[in-house]
T-cell receptor, first 116, second 109 residues
Protein backbone atom coordinates (compact mmCIF):
# COMPACT_ATOMS: atom_id res chain seq x y z
CA UNK A 1 0.00 0.00 0.00
CA UNK A 2 0.87 3.66 -0.12
CA UNK A 3 3.17 5.18 2.47
CA UNK A 4 1.81 8.30 4.14
CA UNK A 5 3.67 10.43 6.64
CA UNK A 6 2.48 13.15 8.96
CA UNK A 7 4.43 15.82 10.74
CA UNK A 8 4.54 16.50 13.58
CA UNK A 9 3.58 13.30 15.40
CA UNK A 10 2.49 15.27 18.41
CA UNK A 11 2.30 18.92 19.33
CA UNK A 12 1.48 20.88 22.46
CA UNK A 13 0.58 24.51 22.05
CA UNK A 14 -0.94 27.39 23.95
CA UNK A 15 -4.51 28.46 23.42
CA UNK A 16 -4.81 31.04 20.66
CA UNK A 17 -1.86 29.89 18.60
CA UNK A 18 -2.01 28.25 15.18
CA UNK A 19 -0.70 24.81 14.39
CA UNK A 20 0.17 23.40 10.98
CA UNK A 21 0.08 19.66 10.30
CA UNK A 22 1.63 18.22 7.16
CA UNK A 23 0.51 15.10 5.35
CA UNK A 24 2.76 13.62 2.69
CA UNK A 25 2.19 10.78 0.27
CA UNK A 26 5.67 9.35 -0.12
CA UNK A 27 5.38 6.85 -2.91
CA UNK A 28 2.53 7.85 -5.17
CA UNK A 29 0.63 10.87 -6.37
CA UNK A 30 -2.50 11.38 -4.32
CA UNK A 31 -5.26 13.14 -6.18
CA UNK A 32 -7.43 13.17 -3.09
CA UNK A 33 -6.53 13.55 0.55
CA UNK A 34 -8.80 13.31 3.56
CA UNK A 35 -8.48 14.87 6.98
CA UNK A 36 -10.05 13.15 9.96
CA UNK A 37 -10.34 13.97 13.63
CA UNK A 38 -10.73 11.36 16.32
CA UNK A 39 -11.61 12.05 19.92
CA UNK A 40 -10.80 9.45 22.60
CA UNK A 41 -12.87 6.29 22.34
CA UNK A 42 -14.73 7.60 19.32
CA UNK A 43 -14.58 6.71 15.67
CA UNK A 44 -13.02 8.72 12.90
CA UNK A 45 -14.81 11.87 11.93
CA UNK A 46 -14.21 13.19 8.44
CA UNK A 47 -13.40 16.89 8.51
CA UNK A 48 -12.72 17.64 4.87
CA UNK A 49 -11.78 16.23 1.51
CA UNK A 50 -9.13 18.00 -0.48
CA UNK A 51 -8.31 17.60 -4.14
CA UNK A 52 -5.03 18.79 -5.54
CA UNK A 53 -5.27 22.29 -6.96
CA UNK A 54 -8.78 23.03 -5.77
CA UNK A 55 -10.54 24.13 -2.61
CA UNK A 56 -11.26 21.57 0.05
CA UNK A 57 -14.78 20.31 0.67
CA UNK A 58 -15.65 20.59 4.33
CA UNK A 59 -18.10 18.40 6.20
CA UNK A 60 -21.08 19.94 7.89
CA UNK A 61 -20.16 21.55 11.18
CA UNK A 62 -16.46 21.96 10.36
CA UNK A 63 -15.39 25.60 10.20
CA UNK A 64 -13.37 26.18 7.05
CA UNK A 65 -11.90 29.41 8.40
CA UNK A 66 -10.64 27.64 11.48
CA UNK A 67 -9.31 24.52 9.79
CA UNK A 68 -7.41 25.71 6.75
CA UNK A 69 -6.51 23.04 4.22
CA UNK A 70 -4.03 23.47 1.42
CA UNK A 71 -3.46 20.69 -1.09
CA UNK A 72 -0.72 22.35 -3.09
CA UNK A 73 0.71 19.28 -4.78
CA UNK A 74 -0.04 15.63 -5.42
CA UNK A 75 2.15 14.64 -2.49
CA UNK A 76 1.45 17.27 0.15
CA UNK A 77 -1.58 18.54 2.02
CA UNK A 78 -1.51 20.74 5.11
CA UNK A 79 -4.08 21.33 7.81
CA UNK A 80 -3.72 24.52 9.85
CA UNK A 81 -5.70 24.78 13.06
CA UNK A 82 -6.02 28.51 13.57
CA UNK A 83 -6.45 30.08 17.00
CA UNK A 84 -6.49 26.68 18.63
CA UNK A 85 -8.46 26.13 21.82
CA UNK A 86 -8.47 23.23 24.31
CA UNK A 87 -11.56 21.74 22.65
CA UNK A 88 -9.49 21.33 19.46
CA UNK A 89 -7.26 18.86 21.27
CA UNK A 90 -7.63 15.64 19.33
CA UNK A 91 -5.95 13.05 17.14
CA UNK A 92 -5.77 14.34 13.57
CA UNK A 93 -5.27 11.75 10.84
CA UNK A 94 -4.87 12.21 7.12
CA UNK A 95 -5.44 9.63 4.47
CA UNK A 96 -4.79 9.53 0.78
CA UNK A 97 -6.72 8.02 -2.07
CA UNK A 98 -5.44 7.64 -5.57
CA UNK A 99 -5.99 5.41 -8.51
CA UNK A 100 -5.34 2.30 -6.51
CA UNK A 101 -7.14 -0.93 -5.92
CA UNK A 102 -10.58 -0.84 -4.36
CA UNK A 103 -10.70 2.91 -3.70
CA UNK A 104 -8.71 2.13 -0.61
CA UNK A 105 -7.59 4.87 1.69
CA UNK A 106 -4.11 4.80 3.17
CA UNK A 107 -3.70 6.48 6.52
CA UNK A 108 -0.90 8.54 7.94
CA UNK A 109 0.30 7.80 11.47
CA UNK A 110 -1.71 10.67 12.96
CA UNK A 111 -0.86 13.85 14.87
CA UNK A 112 -1.78 14.21 18.52
CA UNK A 113 -2.65 17.85 19.25
CA UNK A 114 -2.92 19.10 22.81
CA UNK A 115 -3.96 22.70 23.34
CA UNK A 116 -3.28 24.05 26.83
CA UNK B 1 -29.73 8.83 7.05
CA UNK B 2 -26.62 6.73 6.77
CA UNK B 3 -25.78 4.37 9.58
CA UNK B 4 -23.17 1.79 10.46
CA UNK B 5 -23.73 -0.43 13.51
CA UNK B 6 -21.19 -2.63 15.21
CA UNK B 7 -20.83 -3.80 18.83
CA UNK B 8 -18.99 -1.44 21.13
CA UNK B 9 -16.82 -4.03 22.80
CA UNK B 10 -16.09 -7.75 22.65
CA UNK B 11 -13.92 -10.05 24.72
CA UNK B 12 -12.30 -13.27 23.53
CA UNK B 13 -9.66 -15.73 24.65
CA UNK B 14 -6.21 -16.14 23.13
CA UNK B 15 -6.23 -18.93 20.54
CA UNK B 16 -10.00 -18.77 20.04
CA UNK B 17 -12.14 -17.41 17.18
CA UNK B 18 -14.18 -14.22 17.27
CA UNK B 19 -16.68 -12.73 14.83
CA UNK B 20 -17.33 -9.00 14.74
CA UNK B 21 -20.56 -8.04 13.00
CA UNK B 22 -21.38 -4.88 11.10
CA UNK B 23 -24.72 -3.81 9.66
CA UNK B 24 -25.16 -0.80 7.46
CA UNK B 25 -27.67 1.47 5.79
CA UNK B 26 -26.11 3.82 3.28
CA UNK B 27 -26.90 5.84 0.19
CA UNK B 28 -25.48 3.48 -2.36
CA UNK B 29 -22.72 0.97 -1.94
CA UNK B 30 -19.22 0.88 -3.38
CA UNK B 31 -17.62 -1.56 -1.02
CA UNK B 32 -17.10 -2.30 2.65
CA UNK B 33 -13.80 -1.98 4.46
CA UNK B 34 -12.47 -3.34 7.72
CA UNK B 35 -9.65 -1.50 9.47
CA UNK B 36 -7.69 -2.32 12.60
CA UNK B 37 -6.71 0.48 14.95
CA UNK B 38 -4.45 0.06 17.95
CA UNK B 39 -4.76 2.64 20.70
CA UNK B 40 -3.03 5.88 19.79
CA UNK B 41 -2.31 4.78 16.25
CA UNK B 42 -3.89 5.34 12.86
CA UNK B 43 -6.09 2.68 11.26
CA UNK B 44 -4.53 0.02 9.07
CA UNK B 45 -6.36 -1.70 6.24
CA UNK B 46 -7.52 -5.28 6.78
CA UNK B 47 -10.01 -6.14 4.06
CA UNK B 48 -12.30 -4.96 1.32
CA UNK B 49 -15.52 -6.60 0.11
CA UNK B 50 -17.63 -5.39 -2.77
CA UNK B 51 -19.22 -8.69 -3.87
CA UNK B 52 -21.17 -11.10 -1.70
CA UNK B 53 -19.20 -13.85 -0.08
CA UNK B 54 -16.19 -14.57 2.01
CA UNK B 55 -12.71 -13.12 1.51
CA UNK B 56 -9.98 -14.94 3.39
CA UNK B 57 -6.62 -13.46 4.21
CA UNK B 58 -4.55 -15.51 6.62
CA UNK B 59 -6.10 -15.52 10.09
CA UNK B 60 -8.61 -12.87 9.09
CA UNK B 61 -11.69 -13.35 6.91
CA UNK B 62 -14.41 -10.91 5.94
CA UNK B 63 -17.92 -11.72 4.74
CA UNK B 64 -20.45 -9.56 2.94
CA UNK B 65 -24.15 -9.87 2.18
CA UNK B 66 -25.31 -6.82 0.26
CA UNK B 67 -28.98 -7.84 0.31
CA UNK B 68 -28.89 -7.94 4.11
CA UNK B 69 -26.63 -4.93 4.57
CA UNK B 70 -24.40 -7.11 6.69
CA UNK B 71 -20.75 -7.96 7.05
CA UNK B 72 -18.59 -9.71 9.58
CA UNK B 73 -14.89 -9.90 10.32
CA UNK B 74 -13.71 -13.29 11.53
CA UNK B 75 -10.46 -13.56 13.44
CA UNK B 76 -8.99 -17.01 14.03
CA UNK B 77 -6.22 -18.22 16.34
CA UNK B 78 -6.42 -15.02 18.32
CA UNK B 79 -3.20 -13.50 19.56
CA UNK B 80 -2.71 -10.90 22.26
CA UNK B 81 -1.57 -8.43 19.61
CA UNK B 82 -5.04 -8.62 18.05
CA UNK B 83 -6.33 -6.53 20.93
CA UNK B 84 -7.43 -3.38 19.11
CA UNK B 85 -10.44 -1.56 17.77
CA UNK B 86 -11.90 -2.85 14.53
CA UNK B 87 -13.60 -0.30 12.33
CA UNK B 88 -16.21 -1.11 9.72
CA UNK B 89 -16.58 1.47 6.93
CA UNK B 90 -18.82 1.58 3.87
CA UNK B 91 -18.12 3.58 0.74
CA UNK B 92 -21.34 5.22 -0.42
CA UNK B 93 -22.50 6.26 -3.88
CA UNK B 94 -20.38 9.44 -3.65
CA UNK B 95 -17.30 7.35 -2.86
CA UNK B 96 -17.25 8.72 0.67
CA UNK B 97 -16.37 6.43 3.53
CA UNK B 98 -19.02 6.15 6.23
CA UNK B 99 -17.41 4.93 9.44
CA UNK B 100 -18.78 2.81 12.23
CA UNK B 101 -17.86 3.68 15.79
CA UNK B 102 -15.57 0.69 16.03
CA UNK B 103 -15.52 -2.47 18.11
CA UNK B 104 -12.96 -2.69 20.87
CA UNK B 105 -11.69 -6.26 21.02
CA UNK B 106 -10.11 -7.41 24.28
CA UNK B 107 -8.08 -10.60 24.19
CA UNK B 108 -7.56 -12.45 27.46
CA UNK B 109 -4.87 -15.09 28.03
Amino acid sequence: GAVVSQHPSWVICKSGTSVKIECRSLDFQATTMFWYRQFPKQSLMLMATSNEGSKATYEQGVEKDKFLINHASLTLSTLTVTSAHPEDSSFYICSVSGDRDHNEQFFGPGTRLTVL
Amino acid sequence: GQNIDQPTEMTATEGAIVQINCTYQTSGFNGLFWYQQHAGEAPTFLSYNVLDGLEEKGRFSSFLSRSKGYSYLLLKELQMKDSASYLCAVMDSNYQLIWGAGTKLIIKP
